[in-house]
């Protein structure tokens, strides 16, 4: 049995997995899908909880207090897009705890890098101009998409009981989680397994090429920035692979 830890991404929560969790569960495996901090079913903390302290770190820690409160080894941690942060960071501090790093559609920085620092390859430089706006505002929050074309443009989610099942859900992102660089200094990290998954409507072909270029798998998905929502069978399956391996 293998332990899944998937982690969401900006403006997502644990629910975003309502599709793949099952799956992986079905074929014998623990599955946890968390919301982070502010987001998912846990939006209603960001009401509470100072926007100075709502950030990176605090992401981090999340994740990181789920391994050590259920004692949890050799696991599998996912993380899509911005988690691609989030799981670099977790495996700085807690190494001993992680069999695998899986990158979907995520960013994967180099040490002292934001989440920030990633967008321009992936999103373009309006995208880029606008979240740098909300940080040099201070603005505590960056605004989710609201409409079902948003989403559609964005992130390729374009089935109508799809779409009507995300939009209610996606909640404002902490903008100081984008402006956090991750610090990466670990070997027992650094030699941790790798992979990434590649969707072909998701702008992510430069992290891709990055990752193959360091030796870790790349895995395709034929759909877009969703694979969870849209294609979760395929991802599944991958996951599925990716764990087999290390179990051999």
């Not at 949890?72 to 799981?87: E, K, Q």
Request: aromatic fraction near 6%; charged fraction near 15%.
């Amino acid at each position: 049995m293998t332990t899944f830890v998937l982690v969401h991404g900006a403006w997502h929560g644990g629910w975003c997995w309502w599709k793949t969790a099952p799956l992986l569960r079905d074929a014998g495996h623990l599955v946890h899908a968390p919301s982070l901090t502010g987001l998912g079913d846990r939006e209603h903390l960001a009401r509470l909880i100072p926007p100075a302290v709502l950030n990176l770190d605090l992401h981090i820690r999340d994740i990181v207090q789920l391994l050590d409160s259920d004692d949890l080894s050799n696991v599998v941690l996912v993380g899509h897009a911005y988690a691609g942060m989030v799981i670099t960071g977790v495996a700085e501090l807690r190494p001993e705890r992680v069999g695998a790093l899986v990158y979907v559609n995520g960013v994967a920085p180099d040490n002292g890098e934001a989440m920030i620092d990633q967008l321009s390859a992936v999103r373009g430089p309006e995208f880029v101009a606008r979240i740098q706006q909300y940080i040099a505002d201070g603005e505590p929050y960056m605004a989710q998409p609201t409409t079902a074309s948003e989403i559609a443009a964005r992130w390729a989610i374009t089935d109508p009981d799809d779409q009507a099942f995300v939009l209610p859900r996606l909640s404002p992102q902490p903008t100081l989680t984008f402006a956090q660089p991750v610090r990466t200094a670990k070997p027992e990290a650094a030699s941790l397994p790798r992979e990434f998954i590649l969707c072909s409507e998701s702008g992510f072909e430069p992290v891709a090429e990055r990752a193959a270029a360091n030796g870790w798998g790349v895995h395709h998905i034929d759909t877009g920035h969703d694979p969870m929502i849209t294609e979760p069978a395929q991802l599944a399956q991958i996951l599925l692979g990716i764990a087999s391996s290390l179990s051999a």
